[in-house]
Nanobody
Framework: QVQLVESGGGLVQPGGSLRLSCIAS????????MGWYRQAPGKQRELVATITNEGTSNYGDSVTGRFTISRENAKNTVYLQMNSLKPEDTAVYYC??????????WGQGTQVTVSS
């Protein structure tokens, strides 16, 4: 199994920035892809960004150009740099991983609130 622990959420003003971190532990050698999803109240969970072992990244349409995902494999960590934040980015952000066996794991989530 893989355990995921997120950090870095909080309250930020519109136009501001935050960086989320997610540390993986456990069966880390089985990890193929890591990423971030988010869920706002009353809405479905949606893709934010993912990145594979080879470094191929994919972004949701609403964050392209503003958010950047990166991985530090030596630290088993994935980051999400969020710039130009908007109130509609307010959500719980979940770290996600997919293993080579296509098993999916989720973190507990971290709240991001964008408000003045």
């Amino acid at each position: 199994q893989v355990q995921l622990v997120e950090s870095g959420g909080g309250l930020v003003q519109p136009g501001g920035s935050l960086r989320l971190s997610c540390i993986a532990s456990g069966a880390i050698n089985s990890i193929y892809s890591m990423g971030w999803y988010r869920q706002a109240p009353g809405k479905q969970r949606e893709l934010v960004a993912t990145i594979t072992n080879e470094g191929t990244s994919n972004y949701g349409d609403s964050v392209t150009g503003r958010f950047t995902i990166s991985r530090e494999n030596a630290k088993n960590t994935v980051y999400l740099q969020m710039n130009s934040l908007k109130p509609e980015d307010t959500a719980v952000y979940y770290c996600n991983t997919i293993t080579t066996q296509l098993t999916i794991y989720w973190g507990q989530g971290t709240q991001v609130t964008v408000s003045s």
